[in-house]
C-alpha cells in the first residue's frame, strides 16, 4: 500500500464519510494528519487514477468502476478503510464493509491490531443504507481507548488494557482506503456471486478530516498525551450515559458476530474480554 507523506498521527480522531460501498481491486488511498478537508492536501490515489474523479475542488472524490478494473457490484464488496503503522508489528484499526444479498442489510466489520497482533473482528448490520446517502465514520483514538462510531453513534469501544498484558495501539499511523473484489467470502459468507452486468458503478466520499497529534523524529507519546488535544480531556475517557445507551442497544440490537463470544475460536476468552 501507497502512504502520502511523512506525515502520521499518534492519536486523535479521524473522519470518514462514505457514500456507497463498494469493491474491486483498484483504489489505495493514503492519508496524514491534517485538519483540511481537501482530498488532494493530504491524499492521493497511488494507482487506479483513471477510476477517480476529483469534484467540488477536492472536498469530494467520485470513484467509478468496472469489470475491466477489477471492480464489481456494490452488494457484492468489501471496502477497507484503515489507520495502519506500516511497521513490522504494526498497529491497526480497520472498517471493512461487506456486501450482502439484494435486501438484506450491509455487514460492517471492524478489528483492532495491536503490535501485530489481530483477529479482534466483530461484526454488525447496519440500521441504514450506507449506499443511500452520505454517513460519517469516525475513529476516535486515545491513551485510553479506542470508539469506532456511525454517524456520531458508538458501535465499539477498545479499552487500554496494558496493564493486564493485552498489547493497545501506540504506533503513528496513517489513513488508507482499498476496494477489492470480495465476492469470494465478503458477501453472504461467499454464496452470493457478482452480477457484472450492472456495472458500472460509482461511490463517493467527503470530508477527509484529521484532528491528530503530528509524528515527527522529535514527537515523543508523552507529548500526545497533552490536555492541550481536545480528545485528550477526561470526557473523553470513556463514553457518557447517553453514548453508553446507545452503544448497548447497537449490541443487543445489531451485533452480528464478536470474537469475545466465540468459544469454537477462543475456547478460553481473550484478556480484554473479561474486562
Keep these: 500500500m501507497g502512504t502520502i507523506s511523512d506525515q502520521s498521527s ?26 483540511d478537508s481537501s482530498f488532494d492536501v493530504n491524499y492521493y490515489v497511488t494507482w487506479g487514477s483513471s477510476n477517480v474523479l476529483s469534484l467540488n475542488e477536492g472536498g469530494e472524490i467520485q470513484l467509478s468502476m468496472d469489470i475491466s478494473s477489477g471492480f464489481c ?15 513490522d508489528k504494526h498497529d491497526e484499526l480497520d472498517f471493512e464493509f ?14 483492532v491490531f495491536s503490535n501485530g497482533e489481530g483477529n479482534r473482528e466483530q461484526r454488525i448490520h ?11 465514520y469516525k475513529v476516535l483514538w486515545n491513551q485510553h481507548l479506542i470508539v ?26 496513517q489513513i488508507e482506503a482499498s476496494l477489492w473484489d470480495g465476492d469470494s467470502w465478503a458477501t453472504d459468507g461467499g454464496q ?7 456495472a ?21 507519546q508523552g507529548q500526545c498525551y497533552s490536555s492541550n488535544f481536545w480528545w485528550n480531556q477526561e470526557k473523553y475517557w470513556k463514553l457518557d450515559s447517553n453514548q453508553q ?31
Design 126 to 136: 447496519l440500521w441504514f443504507d450506507p449506499t443511500a446517502d452520505f454517513h460519517d
Design 200 to 220: 458500472p458503478f460509482k461511490a463517493h466520499f467527503q470530508g477527509f478530516n484529521i484532528d491528530g497529534c503530528p509524528s515527527s523524529s522529535t514527537t515523543t
Design 73 to 87: 457490484n456494490p452488494k457484492r464488496l468489501a471496502l477497507l478503510m484503515q489507520l495502519t503503522s506500516h511497521t
Design 10 to 35: 499518534f492519536f486523535g480522531v479521524i473522519l470518514f464519510l462514505l457514500f456507497g460501498v463498494l469493491l474491486g481491486e483498484v483504489l489505495i488511498l493514503a492519508g496524514g494528519a491534517s485538519s
Design 148 to 173: 469506532f462510531y456511525a454517524d456520531d453513534i458508538p458501535f465499539r469501544v477498545f479499552k487500554n488494557n496494558a496493564n493486564i498484558g493485552v498489547s493497545y495501539p501506540t504506533q503513528p499511523m
Design 192 to 198: 452470493t456471486k457478482t452480477n457484472w452486468s450492472q
Design 245 to 275: 445507551k446507545a452503544y448497548e442497544n447497537v449490541r443487543n440490537n445489531y451485533m452480528t458476530y464478536d470474537y469475545c463470544s466465540d468459544r469454537p475460536r477462543y475456547p478460553k476468552p481473550p484478556a480484554e474480554c473479561l474486562q
Design 98 to 111: 461487506l456486501g450482502n444479498r439484494e435486501g438484506r442489510p450491509y455487514t460492517l466489520q471492524t478489528n
